[in-house]
């Protein structure tokens, strides 16, 4: 992907978050021009700036909820992958205009800097949570996704697109730091629900797959990355038996707690709605919807038959054992 990215001004939004700071770290052997780092933390600018010595990466403070300071941000950049947004469920359901402001004003504010600076190519960064949803997160991350994917129905010549994805593994928020602070700390490990399940994909992987998006974007696609999918009492229980040892403690000390789940979660996620999968088609790698709304689309995808409907549930779950490869291989216990 060389010759995508090679000499190229980009622009990450979240650039500091745990996809953003992944996106600025693998677009760096690509040899772009610049990498200008969009975030709102000041800690997490200082935080990446240590981690990354380049040159090329620049550091801009900055919200994109501020449309003035997204469109200076803005001002030459050939490439934008946006991935600041709220994305905490449960912060999101007791605060749900700020998730509006962010991930559906501010996405409409970096969308739109894009149009009035002629930027080549736009990719979004989504979750399976805007999939029927039935949360605040999910509806805003829904409507970010139409607002970026409609954007060509304009006069704008910009390739813009999304890419969906599930669980990030080890991510700031997610569940595995939980289980490692509740092991290392104690013998109790709260679960919301025993039949919870859910989308995961690890973070290096899915960041690969965002990039090879802006190599095949044509204009108003979401690809969706085809991920595996475990239940999450039995991710808990993998981390107890490859951590406790490391804590002193032995595995049959562990008691789970059901808590009940959190405010807006499902049992399950899904990949796709059940009209969606008639503009889909499914490649090695990925699903790619196309926008029935574009003319250069029409009904390309109809003429296929359609794929089955793909929810964290339906497929075949992880075997613990499996679970726990894929840990060790990817060091993350």
Do not use: W
Request: hydrophobic share 40%; net charge neutral; charged share 25%.
């Amino acid at each position: 992907m060389k010759h995508v990215f090679e000499g190229k001004t980009i622009l990450v939004t979240g650039g500091c978050g745990s996809i953003g700071s992944e996106i600025v770290k693998q677009l760096l052997q690509y040899n772009p021009e610049s990498i200008r780092v969009f975030d709102s933390s000041e800690e997490s600018h200082f935080k990446l700036s240590q981690a990354v010595h380049d040159k090329r990466v620049r550091h801009l403070i900055g919200d994109i909820r501020n449309i003035d300071r997204v469109q200076l941000a803005m001002k030459g950049v050939d490439i934008v992958f946006h991935a600041a947004a709220l994305k905490h469920v449960p912060l999101c359901e007791y605060n749900p205009f700020e998730a509006v402001t962010t991930n559906v004003i501010g996405t409409n504010n970096v969308v739109h800097a894009a149009i009035d600076n002629n930027v080549d190519k736009f990719i979004g960064i989504s979750t399976d949570k805007a999939v029927d949803p039935v949360n605040t997160m999910g509806a805003t991350k829904l409507l970010s996704e139409k607002i970026i994917t409609n954007a060509p129905l304009g006069k704008s010549k910009i390739k813009f697109c999304c890419v969906r994805f599930g669980n990030v593994l080890n991510s700031s928020g997610s569940v595995i730091p939980i289980f490692k602070s509740q092991i290392e700390k104690g013998t109790t490990i709260t679960i919301t629900h025993e039949s919870m399940t859910r989308f995961f994909m690890d973070l290096p992987d899915a960041v690969s797959l965002v990039l090879k998006a802006a190599e095949r974007v044509e204009g108003g696609e979401i690809f969706i990355l085809k991920m595996k999918a475990l239940k999450i009492v039995d991710l808990a229980q993998v981390m107890v038996e490859e951590l406790a040892h490391k804590h002193g403690k032995n595995p049959t000390d562990f008691t789970y707690k059901t808590i009940g789940i959190r405010p807006g979660e499902k049992l399950s996620e899904s990949l796709l709605t059940k009209e969606e999968i008639y503009h889909t088609t499914e490649e090695e790698d990925m699903y790619v919807l196309r926008n029935s709304l574009l003319a250069n689309y029409g009904s390309v995808a109809q003429k296929s038959k359609p794929i089955a409907p793909i929810t964290s549930e339906s497929v075949e779950l992880l075997p613990k054992e499996e679970i726990r490869r894929i840990f060790r291989e990817k060091k993350i216990v």
